[in-house]
């Protein structure tokens, strides 16, 4: 008897299955295929952001001053008088890695002057300069040796072991470093000794031997410190090439031991961090400085990525830190000339245009009058809609080296750059030999657009199918307005307005079943760029009408009435035989009761729903719900609440579906914020719900 009910459970199951179904294509009518993968547009930056001060970085790589060229860090105004600017000093080396000490004691800086060790000199020069960053920045900020004041906006951390300054936060604005600038001479420096702390003379244990050898015999006949790290300096210089071509030491060897002993070629921190190592390997404390090198007499110049630079310390007794520099460029400085020659700038070529997002590239010449190149100099390259107009704003997109006479800038044009018709300004900076010079060709900033189609790629023959359109600039993902779109099907052309949005929509019909194509497209514009895309269409045969008893008898309602029939006719032979079989019954053996497997409702790419309540059952329907929403339509975001989100839905549905919308999301909020007990019933309502306003959901227009 419980086979015979459990059956005829089956049955009734199975025919409110058949009926729901056959109600849902009664009342869908046109169903086409939707794209359910469909995804907003991503937004893809040109930009090359600078690097170089970016995050409390705790080691510097020997070698680390070979990278590609890329854009201004920062922005200097004023001479520096010095060409060694600091971020942070290092005592602690190991296999090829400078860090700073671990156990420093950071101090909240405000603003206040910092006092000065009273044993050194009361003769010195008070220097002032102004430091722009030309990107976000963070951790330790440039300042300079012996710096005594800083005015900045946020808030500082300050080391007074490395004489360094730490930003707590991401910073952008300009501030002003205040340092003291002492000059010693040779005689004062002889007659001084060094002195430093126990960290600054320490040596891996594996490079003591044999670099202690090496720097007594470099120093040998010395009998000062200063005089003993002139000739640690010299000897490098006299016997080891500068070369960025160097070839890294292999992973077993350490980088200074390569160095001395093999390559014999590197970069300034192959050169200053020997002559750290073998300085301290004859008892004199000498410390790592990383910063950045720069013009010392400038009043104005931008600080690049390869200006990276790392330098020795010494701290002499009654004097304080002294710098010295171990690379062969620095030997000699080349003499100042007081006269100031004039330039002229010219632009000899460019990129035709410049697009949003992208980079772009500006060359040319700088010369003297007399048409001799100018040696050494910085351009900076701008953007300006009207060059005479004094009250704009001059937007700066790249800034390079003149080398020989010749400059080749790589600009951004970012995404802040509207599309127009702009001047091209190089400017050429002023350095204590030359004049500034300007050259301002003509410039078209342009944006590249992408268009794109959605709509059913399955369509009926003979009916009418909503289908948009949109373009975008893909360097932010900025609608594009009031561009003029060609949409191409079979033998039509339309030409549609994009609204303020970048979009468009339009009615299609296909009169022969098959497969064709859809394109739209926008040609070049002013200061747009062309785009296309096509989709493949398939058009099918409709169901057919009623017109004949078969068909009649399989559509809706009759195919209720034929499921049912078969139900009873099924459920009566069952009946009869299970009667036949207990009948034929033997006592048998009782055997274990083996429980059903659990049973999983609402499934979505394979993937059972795991619950441990129906209300939670409900809630996990909806949120699953919601997240396929969110594929169709990227309107749909996660702040919504379910009634906003019911409604976002209305418009893209059937009125049909009103009455399924409601009863989903009341569903969810008495499951959600209700104390009502929920019944298994609900649960598999709700599951049937969304299965019948996914069907809706495919014929994609509002009755």
């Known amino acids: 008897m419980k086979r015979y009910l459990r059956l005829v459970a089956l049955l009734v199951v199975l025919t409110l299955s ?12 046109d169903i086409t295929r939707l794209d359910l993968d469909e995804s907003p547009p991503t937004s893809t930056l040109g930009l090359a952001e600078a690097q170089g001060l970016g995050g409390s970085e705790q080691e510097a790589q020997i070698g680390f001053e070979q990278q590609k060229p890329q854009g201004p860090v920062l922005r200097i105004r004023f001479s520096t008088r010095n060409k060694y600017l600091r971020r942070y000093a290092a005592y602690n080396y190991s296999n090829g890695f400078w860090n700073k000490p671990t156990d420093m004691v950071a101090t909240e800086y405000k603003g206040e002057l910092i ?22 920045l963070t951790g330790y900020i440039l300042s300079a040796q012996n710096t005594n004041n800083i005015t900045f906006s946020n808030s500082l951390n300050y080391y007074e072991e490395i004489q360094s ?27 001084s000794h060094a002195i430093g702390p126990p960290e600054a003379l320490e040596v891996p244990r594996d490079l003591v031997s044999d670099l202690t050898l ?45 160095f001395l002993y093999n390559q014999k070629a590197g970069v300034g921190s192959h050169f200053n961090s020997a002559f750290i190592v073998l300085a301290r390997c004859i008892g004199i404390p000498v410390r790592a400085v990383i910063g950045y090198k720069v013009n010392d007499k400038m009043e104005v110049q931008y600080v690049m990525p390869q200006q990276a630079y790392m330098w020795a310390e010494t701290e002499f007794e009654n004097l304080g830190w002294v710098t010295i520099d171990a690379t062969p460029v620095n030997l000699v400085d080349s003499e100042f000339n007081v006269t100031m020659q004039p330039t002229v700038t010219n632009i000899t070529g460019s990129d035709p245009i410049a697009i949003r997002g992208k980079q772009f590239n500006v ?47 790589t600009c951004d044009a970012t995404t802040e750059i509207m599309v127009g018709d702009y001047n091209l300004i190089a400017h050429t900076l ?17 944006a590249e657009t992408v268009v794109k189609i959605t709509g059913p790629r399955q369509v009926y023959q003979g009916r009418n199918i909503t289908y948009r359109g949109s373009i975008i600039d893909p360097s932010d993902g900025s609608p594009v307005i009031n561009a003029s779109l060609r949409i ?40 747009f760029l062309g785009s296309a895309t096509n989709m493949g269409i398939t058009v099918i045969i409709p169901p057919p009408d009623a017109n004949n008893i078969i068909a009649l008898l399989f559509t809706f309602p009759y195919n209720i009435g034929m499921a049912l029939t078969a139900a009873i006719g099924v459920g009566f032979y069952a009946a009869n035989r299970s009667r036949r079989i207990q009948d034929e019954i033997v006592d048998e053996e009782p055997r274990a009761r083996i429980e059903p497997k659990r049973e999983y409702i609402g499934y979505e790419d394979g993937v059972p729903l795991e619950y441990r309540s129906y209300e939670e059952g409900v809630v996990k329907l909806f949120n699953r719900f919601y997240v396929s929403m969110q594929r169709i339509y990227p309107d749909i975001d996660d702040t919504m609440t379910p009634r906003e989100f019911q409604y976002v839905l209305l418009d893209r549905l059937p009125m049909h579906a009103d009455a399924l919308l409601e009863d989903l999301v009341s569903s969810y909020e008495i499951a959600m914020y209700s104390n009502i007990t929920l019944s298994q019933e609900d649960f598999k309502r709700t599951n049937a719900t969304i299965e019948l306003v996914i069907e809706l959901m495919k014929n994609g227009k509002r009755d």
Do not use: C, H
């Open 363 to 409: 060359w040319g010449t700088v010369q003297t009058l007399n048409g001799s190149a100018v040696k050494e100099s910085q351009v900076e390259v701008m953007l300006k809609m009207n060059k005479t107009d004094l009250n704009e704003t001059a937007l700066i997109v790249g800034v390079g080296f003149v080398e020989d006479g010749l400059f080749n800038v």
């Open 488 to 527: 191409n099907y079979l033998d039509q052309e339309l030409i549609l307005t994009s609204d303020d949005y970048g979009k468009v929509s339009f009615l299609a019909m296909f009169p022969e079943n098959g497969k064709t194509n859809m394109s739209l497209g926008m040609p070049e514009a002013m200061y």
């Open 18 to 29: 058949v009926g729901m179904l056959s109600s849902a294509i009664y009342i869908l009518g």
């Open 214 to 258: 090496l720097a007594e015999s470099i120093v040998e006949g010395e009998l000062t410190d200063y005089g003993k790290l002139v000739a640690i300096r010299e000897y490098l210089i006299e016997n080891f090439e500068l070369n960025q071509e160097f070839t890294p030491a292999p992973s077993m060897i350490d980088p200074i031991r390569w």
């Open 430 to 446: 002023e350095t204590p030999n030359y004049k500034e010079s300007w050259s301002d060709p003509p410039l078209k900033v342009m």
């Open 115 to 136: 006092p000065q060790d009273p044993s050194w000199p009361d003769t010195y020069t008070k220097v002032q300069f102004q430091i722009t960053p030309m990107v976000n």
């Open 165 to 191: 300054f730490e930003a707590t936060e991401r910073y952008d604005d300009s501030y002003n470093v205040s340092y003291k600038l002492y000059e010693y001479s040779e005689a004062a420096l002889r007659t």
